[in-house]
């Protein structure tokens, strides 16, 4: 392959794609040194030299030194450098409805991407509420901002803000939020720019799951995964060889596609989801969906859950189905806070995808949905040094 130089095409443009492909690298790696970098990027050393001197000056990068690795010569020590990771800081929020309440989740991660969590903010006294919920979560929203900021080092650079949205979300317009309609459109994009002096992104909640997933786990780069997101809504963010899915329109809202039941067509969602048809008939014996605590043997042992459990396993196939017949996918994860409910599943859906290759595993995160703010905070950093 040839190597690029700035003296081929626009010389500031291919300078600064350089730039991005130095600070990609060394966000993955963490550690390298003028000699990989040349290699693994197949840039010229003088190139390298020039741009890892700028970013050296400018204190993004970090030159350090290292006992000797050569064991011809274990007497000199080694010049590595690394990314500062206190150079800047990126802000993820995510916000969700659960059984009508608003729960604000908030994370800040530093240059090298070490996340820090804050507690989940709840905000039951303005969801749902007069024509003043759209003003009532903003103020909210501005509040857990100012929660981020006290907890960063004093003088800070934040570089960014990521947003969950429990919706559909295009270029920063949410198109459809189906528990918080006030938000839907491009304003609070607009608000909430106008109120930070650093670039905001909005995405959908589940597609910032697995973008928190593929950060923490390299093991699921190589794999086409898809994650099934169940809380009030159901949605799937799907990556395919560490690149997650997008495509235009509803990509990934799975939760509102239309399902034949009982003679008419009703909502995935309106089934499976944690306030779903399924959910409600589980609520009258004593078993909550987002309770694991709800779940016991002696629960599941009465005929009458394990036949609703039984159907609900049979929407839930249906939904992965649909998901592997469209991406050919070497594995599915369910998310839902229930594990034990799921592990109770597991059988039954193996039993219906017998035939299928695929691997399917189940999760829950004991730290709620910060996961999402997780990968807020992710995108965010990503598309700070990609700008």
Request: charged letters at 20%; proline letters at 4%.
């Amino acid at each position: 392959m040839k190597k690029r130089s700035v003296e081929t095409g626009n010389p500031a443009k291919i300078r600064q794609l350089n730039r991005k492909a130095v600070l990609s690298y060394m966000r993955e790696k963490q550690l390298s040194s003028r000699i990989e970098l040349i290699q693994h990027l197949n840039l010229a050393p003088a190139t390298i030299s020039s741009v890892v001197g700028d970013l050296v000056d400018e204190n993004v990068l970090l030159e350090v030194t290292l006992p000797s690795d050569n064991k011809r010569n274990p007497g000199r020590p080694s010049r590595k450098i690394k990314l500062n990771p206190n150079v800047a800081f990126v802000l993820g929020i995510s916000l969700r409805i659960e059984r009508n309440i608003l729960y604000i989740d908030a994370a800040y991660a530093n240059y090298c991407g070490d996340i820090s969590v804050i507690n989940t903010r709840i905000f039951s006294d303005i969801y749902p509420s007069s024509t003043s919920t759209y003003e009532a979560i903003l103020q909210a929203l501005k509040q857990v901002v100012e929660t981020l900021v006290s907890a960063l080092p004093e003088g800070a650079n934040i570089i960014g803000l990521g947003i969950g949205i429990p919706g559909v979300v295009n270029n920063n317009c949410i198109e459809h939020a189906p528990n918080l309609s006030d938000i839907e459109g491009d304003r609070l994009y607009r608000d909430m720019t106008a109120l930070v002096d650093y670039p905001v992104f909005l995405e959908n909640d589940v597609n910032l799951l697995v973008i928190a997933k593929l950060e923490k786990k390299p093991e699921l780069r190589e794999l086409n995964i898809s994650y099934i997101f169940i809380s009030q809504g159901v949605g799937a963010g799907t990556a395919l060889n560490n690149t997650l899915w997008r495509s235009s329109g509803w990509s990934g809202e799975i939760g509102h596609i239309m399902v034949p039941f009982e003679g008419e067509l009703r909502a995935l969602e309106s089934l499976i989801g944690c306030d779903g048809h399924f959910s409600q008939q589980l609520s009258e014996y004593g078993v909550s969906m987002t309770n694991s605590a709800s779940w016991s043997s002696s629960k599941m042992d009465m005929p009458q859950v394990q036949n609703i459990v039984y159907h609900y396993v049979n929407y839930l196939s249906l939904a992965i189905q649909m998901l592997n017949g469209t991406f050919d996918l070497d594995k599915v994860v369910i998310n839902l806070s229930n594990e034990p409910m799921l592990e109770y599943c597991m059988p039954m859906l193996n039993d219906i995808m017998v035939s299928s290759p695929l691997t399917i595993s189940v999760e829950s995160d004991t730290t709620g949905q910060n996961v999402v703010a997780q990968g807020a905070a992710f995108l965010a950093l990503r598309r700070a040094i990609a700008l």
